[in-house]
């Protein structure tokens, strides 16, 4: 392993939900100066724009063919934001309603094959971070460096209680278990660490700790 001030680009990180990977993400692009892509709000703008014209997840061919024509715009900064049909949808991707159906719409292939070639485009040339479920092992599987941050399901929905300020954790465990569930047994693209990826189990460190590792890791990855 070697170190030097020019950290590898693109960086992937991977891992189950309010695994901490958008956080991590956001401030390792701020301090290496790189664009963030939270390739989760890709499928989450998808499920808005699909549920807001009323097609089901239950149609995949039709799914498919809306997501082939949607045009979506993706503007990855230091954190990402979405436009659908020129508004900015950013803060509505968290609503409840997305929450419940995304892992369904993001189980279709065809709906995978649009938003995967969307986002190796945006990668193409940039130096930037991209954040996902399958950013390692099918997005960008020659990534210089692939990180997958984990954490046990307690510590995971004790944080997405606090970040959506609910007042316990009960509905941040059940959104979190059903997603990951789906996420992972899912025929394409399943959510699991690449052969080559560093694992993180972040249960039992502070996200300054993570930040840390992971700038370490990015700065002295194998080059
Ligand atoms: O932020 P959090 O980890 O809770 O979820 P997210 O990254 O916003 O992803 C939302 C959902 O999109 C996931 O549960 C997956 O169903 C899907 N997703 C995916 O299939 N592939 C990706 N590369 C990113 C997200």
New binding site residues.
């Given amino acids: 392993m070697r170190c030097n001030d020019r950290p590898s680009s693109p960086i992937a990180i ?6 901490g ?2 956080t991590v993400g956001e401030a390792l692009a701020k301090q290496l100066g790189f664009a963030f892509l ?7 703008a998808f ?1 808005l724009a699909a549920l807001r014209i009323g097609l089901s997840a239950e149609d995949p061919d039709a799914c498919g063919k809306f997501a082939e024509e949607l045009s979506l715009r993706v503007i990855p900064g230091t954190r990402t934001r979405i436009e659908l049909g020129g508004e900015d949808i950013t803060e509505r ?2 609503d409840s309603e997305v ?1 419940a159906k ?6 279709i292939p065809r709906v ?1 094959a649009a ?2 070639s969307s ?1 190796r485009a945006l990668a193409q040339g940039a130096q930037i971070i ?6 390692g092992t ?2 960008l599987p020659g990534a210089p460096l692939k990180l997958f941050l984990t954490a046990s399901e307690d510590a995971r929905a004790k944080r ?1 209680g606090e970040q959506t300020g609910a007042e316990d954790d009960a509905q941040a465990r059940h ?2 278990s059903r ?2 569930r ?2 992972s047994t ?1 025929t394409v ?1 399943p ?1 699991k660490p690449a052969p080559d990826a560093i694992l993180i189990d972040t249960t039992h460190l502070s996200l300054a700790e993570v930040i840390d590792l992971a700038l370490e890791y990015a700065r002295c990855a194998r080059s």
């Fill in positions: 991977d891992g189950p939900a309010a695994s990977k958008s939270d390739t989760g709000l890709m499928y989450r499920t991707l968290r929450e995304v892992s369904r719409y993001s189980a995978r938003m995967v986002q991209l954040a996902g479920r399958d950013i099918v997005v997405r959104d979190i997603r990951d789906v996420d899912r693209s959510l």
